[in-house]
Each structure stands twice: as C-alpha cells, then as structure tokens.
C-alpha cells in the first residue's frame, strides 16, 4: 500500500489548526493567528503557508459576501482557483464559513497576507494573483457588482498595487464594452507591434506558471495563474490578428 505522506501531514495540519480555534463565530482571526503562531512555532515555512492559506480562505469568504449574497457560483468560483484535496474539503468549508461570519473586517485579512509576499514592493507577484483569484469569484454570478470593485480596489491598496497596475489586471476581468487587448497587456495602441511583442513575451515569461513555482509562489495560486496566462494570450492573438489585416 502506498501512503501519501504529504497529504496525512496537510490533514493533520489542518485538524490541529481548526481543532485550536474551535467552530464559535466572532473574532476568528485573532484565534487564528494566536493558534499559528502557537502551534507552528520553530517551523517558519509551516506557519507562512498556513498564513497563507487562510488569509486566502478568509479573502475570499468574504469577496462573496461583498456585494451581500453568497451564492453557489462564488463558491464553485472559490474551489477552482483555490485547489486542495479532496479530502479537506470539509476542513476548509468550516473555516470559509467561519471567516465569513468574523468581526474582523476583510482589511485585517488583507494585511495580514500582505505581510506573507516578502518582496516588500509594489506589484507584488504573489499578491497579483491573489487578486486575480478574486476577481475570478466576483464575476462569477455574471457580473461585478460596485461593491465588490470597491472592495477589490481596497485589497489592491493594502497590497501596494499601483493604481495604473490595478487597471491592467481589472481589464482581464471586466470588459464592459468588450475586452481591450491593448489594455490586457499594458500597451498602447500607438506602439509599434515590435514593441508589442517584446511585451507579451515579457509578461509572459515573467508569469508563466513554472517561473512562479520557482519564486514560491503557492500552489494554491497555480488556477489564477494559468487564468492569467490564457487572458496574455488571447488579447496578443487579438492584437496579431487586427495588425495582419491592417
């Protein structure tokens, strides 16, 4: 018989870490972070990807309550860019439920994860993709309600991503008017196409799922990644595709 011994540790991290903070509803971060730290003490890569972990659980728990309702859409949303096993699926619907019902505003969850990217600078990767995640659930319902685009402008600004980054990433998502490949992209349609393709193949080197396993960034990230990827490459395909006809 072949046992999985990542997976026997992530169950038994998982249950130690929910059986600290117990199932009653209110200042759930505070018990979360104080069971973290207490029991992940002397294993630092442990505690920041259960940090991690988390925060994202608790971002996007609270991403579906943004606009008021929670509905099945935003949580099938929540399981595609946020991957686990199988089996800790009811580990993480308790703790989903859980920092849904907290005190603690979104801004403390946002904060907190912040503190996890370790560049310390603007447009953090890691802290990208994160965003792209929740975005990802937001539209999930068939639109974005102006309460969740608020709250996802806040979570850009906790995550020091510049204003002019942050309207990169919403134009994969929101295209009221249709979707804007030059914008996708960051370019202007000005630039010579040369100039174009530089870009894209710089973007996409620099978030090319295997380049972010490299920098560490979590699994957990790896669905909005490859989301991320599909969105480059549509709108340079589009842009290719209008010049050649040019």
């Given at each position: 018989m072949i046992i999985?011994?990542?997976?026997?540790?992530?169950?038994?991290?998982?249950?130690?870490?929910l059986g600290a903070i117990g199932d009653v509803?209110?200042?759930?971060?505070?018990?979360?972070?104080?069971?973290?730290?207490?029991?992940?003490?002397?294993?630092?890569?442990?505690?920041?990807?259960?940090?991690?972990?988390?925060?994202i659980i608790a971002l996007s728990a609270k991403m579906a309550k943004a606009d008021g309702v929670v509905n099945d859409a935003e949580v099938k949303a929540f399981r595609q860019i946020f991957d686990f096993p199988e089996e800790e699926a009811q580990n993480v619907a308790r703790l989903y439920n859980l920092a849904r019902q907290d005190v603690a505003g979104y801004e403390a969850y946002a904060e907190r994860l912040a503190g996890l990217c370790g560049s310390?600078?603007?447009?953090?990767?890691?802290?990208?993709?994160?965003?792209?995640?929740?975005?990802?659930?937001a539209k999930a319902d068939g639109l974005i309600h102006e309460r969740e685009l608020a709250f996802l402008g806040r979570i850009a600004e906790i995550f020091h991503i510049t204003e002019d980054h942050f309207e990169?990433?919403?134009?994969r998502h929101v295209h009221l008017d249709g979707r804007d490949p030059y914008r996708v992209?960051?370019?202007?349609?000005?630039?010579?196409?040369?100039e174009i393709r530089k870009r894209y193949r710089s973007l996409v080197a620099e978030h090319h799922p295997d380049r972010?396993?490299?920098?560490?960034v979590p699994m957990e990230l790896?669905?909005?990644?490859?989301?991320?990827?599909?969105?480059?490459?549509?709108?340079?395909?589009?842009?290719?595709?209008?010049?050649?006809?040019?």
């Open positions: 999985d011994f990542a997976c026997l540790q992530l169950s038994s991290l998982w249950e130690r870490l509803a209110g200042n759930t971060l505070g018990r979360v972070v104080e069971a973290i730290r207490t029991l992940f003490e002397g294993d630092p890569e442990t505690r920041r990807k259960v940090s991690f972990s988390v925060a310390g600078q603007d447009n953090c990767q890691m802290l990208e993709s994160v965003i792209d995640g929740l975005f990802h659930i990169t990433i919403m134009a992209l960051g370019v202007s349609r000005s630039d010579a196409f040369a972010l396993i490299a920098r560490g790896h669905a909005a990644a490859n989301e991320r990827m599909a969105a480059l490459n549509a709108a340079y395909a589009a842009i290719e595709k209008e010049r050649r006809a040019a």
